[in-house]
């Protein structure tokens, strides 16, 4: 007998077997490319519409474990979505031309604040027995003890309806800066989060992870607008109010006060002729960008939905225009807060962009690679499954084979199958005890049987 005929490398295929192993190996590129799509995509929406059932637990796990940041910064998305309730508590009652605070929409904004600020005074506990364990150097609860100071509380709902006289006005002035910068700390841990995100994606080149950072951004860029929106609302309300304030400076005896508790005695008529909203008269007053919502009527509505939307859609559009639309006048704070909107639209819209060709750019890439895999798994794999004969459980075979060379491609984009010895080779030690597995079951699966016939043909020998 011809030793060459025997050789286990030369035994002839037939036909049913090869074409076998070709359809295992299209099946493999076929399942291959289902890794290669956006699923994460689809599981981050189903996330999304799943959040409102999600979010008090959210809450209870990071108040229970702050030091895990997954769940902090998920709590920071849900505090920077009720944090701005305060904004919507004051009230305006047109026809007598006074301020009230919805009591409902007050309890209720309370109560989220107390919940959400859990998590800061835990971590800040933590943080102080870490130090007197002297296991920390440093304490670090600066920014955790900013963040949790009650100055939306006071500012809103002690202040603002006391306010008397035009100095309280300067001061309340001052006392919005500091709602706006406590709540820019209270975001910092999000920007952080972001920031990180970005190194890690720029380090892993997986079309699949690329979405994360883009969705995120998009949550933001949609959180910022309604974070605008009822900064716009309160500002109104403030704007308002200082129109009351020069109206009583033109009249002798005039006692300026603006909640409707108090009791002092108003010209409500004096206020309706200096204060037009509707129609307006921009020589009495100019409301600038305060007028919609003056005239919307919103600051005397309760009707929450309503107003969030309204407030939501304002700050939407003026985002994504970089408040280009806006007429404002001559009133320094009013224009301060445009310029505000117009560089945090174009920040906003930069950073998304950024993002979004930074997606386009690892999906071509991921997608260049999947050709030049689809080609080697045409060829090479098909031609060393023949060198290796027909095994009997092909099926096994296929799925240790695709998971293996999914876990090497993801290891290596520039991956080159030279034999079947190089899906053993890896470049970082295996620890991962399921690829060890499929490792081993191709190593039975070929090499054992393929032993089998050489022990025999030599023992046949």
Same mark, same amino acid.
């Given at each position: 007998m011809d030793e060459e005929s025997n050789h286990p490398a030369s035994m002839p295929i037939s036909k049913t077997e090869e074409g076998r192993l070709t359809e295992v190996t299209e099946e493999m590129i076929d399942q291959l490319d289902v890794y290669l799509v956006?699923?994460?995509?689809?599981?981050?929406?189903?996330?999304?519409?799943?959040?409102? #059932?999600?979010?008090?637990?959210?809450?209870?796990? /990071?108040?229970?474990?702050?030091? !895990?940041? /997954?769940?902090?910064?998920?709590?920071?998305? @849900?505090?920077?979505?009720?944090?701005? *309730?305060?904004?919507? @508590?004051?009230?305006?009652?047109?026809?007598?031309?006074?301020?009230?605070?919805?009591?409902? *929409?007050? @309890?209720? /904004?309370?109560? *989220?604040?107390?919940?959400?600020?859990?998590?800061?005074?835990?971590? @800040?506990?933590?943080?102080?027995k870490k130090w007197w364990r002297r296991s920390s150097k440093k304490i670090g609860i600066t920014s955790n003890v900013v963040a949790i100071l009650?100055?939306? &509380?006071?500012?809103? +709902?002690?202040?603002l309806p006391n306010m008397r006289g035009s100095g309280s006005l300067t001061v309340m002035k001052f006392l919005n800066s500091l709602i706006f910068f406590q709540y820019l700390q209270r975001v910092y841990p999000i920007y952080r989060y972001c920031k990180n995100l970005n190194k890690e994606m720029h380090d892993k080149s997986s079309s699949t992870r690329a979405w994360i950072p883009s969705l995120v951004n998009l949550l933001i860029y949609l959180l910022a607008s309604y974070v605008l929106g009822t900064f716009w609302? #309160?500002?109104?309300?403030?704007?308002?109010?200082?129109?009351?304030?020069?109206?009583? &400076?033109?009249?002798?005896?005039?006692? #300026?006060?603006?909640?409707?508790?108090?009791n002092t005695s108003r010209n409500i008529t004096l206020l309706h002729t200096s204060c037009p909203i509707n129609p307006p008269n921009a020589t009495a007053f100019d409301f600038g960008i305060f007028l919609y919502a003056l005239q919307s009527g919103m600051q005397e509505s309760t009707n929450l939905p309503q107003k969030f939307l309204l407030c939501f859609s304002w700050g939407l559009r003026n985002l994504s225009s970089f408040a280009s639309n806006l007429d404002t006048s001559n009133y320094g704070w009013e224009t301060l807060f445009v310029v505000a909107i117009s560089i945090s639209g174009l920040i906003l819209f930069i950073y998304f962009l950024g993002h979004v060709q930074t997606f386009m750019q690892v999906a071509g890439k991921s997608e260049r690679s999947?050709?030049?895999? !689809?080609?080697? +798994?045409?060829?090479?794999?098909?031609?060393?499954?023949?060198?290796?004969?027909?095994? /009997?459980?092909?099926?096994?075979? !296929?799925?240790s084979v695709n998971y293996v060379v999914k876990k090497k491609y993801l290891e290596d984009p520039d991956l080159v199958l030279e034999n079947m010895f190089s899906i053993f080779t890896f470049k970082h030690k295996v620890d991962d005890q399921l690829l060890q597995g499929e490792l081993n079951t191709i190593r039975q699966t070929l090499f054992l049987e393929k032993l089998k016939k050489v022990s025999s043909y030599y023992i046949w020998c």
């Open positions: 956006d699923i994460s995509f689809w599981k981050i929406v189903q996330k999304l519409i799943y959040a409102p #059932f999600y979010l008090p637990w959210v809450l209870v796990v /990071a108040i229970i474990f702050p030091e !895990k940041p /997954a769940y902090f910064i998920h709590s920071s998305f @849900i505090s920077m979505l009720l944090d701005p *309730l305060f904004l919507c @508590i004051p009230l305006i009652n047109e026809k007598t031309k006074c301020l009230v605070l919805d009591r409902k *929409l007050m @309890i209720a /904004a309370l109560i *989220l604040r107390v919940v959400t600020d859990l998590r800061y005074v835990v971590k @800040i506990g933590s943080k102080i009650p100055i939306p &509380q006071v500012v809103i +709902l002690v202040f609302y #309160f500002f109104s309300i403030q704007r308002e109010i200082d129109c009351w304030e020069y109206a009583c &400076q033109s009249e002798k005896g005039c006692e #300026f006060s603006i909640h409707c508790d108090a999947r050709q030049k895999l !689809k080609k080697i +798994l045409g060829s090479k794999v098909e031609s060393m499954l023949l060198e290796y004969g027909s095994p /009997a459980d092909v099926k096994v075979l !296929k799925e």
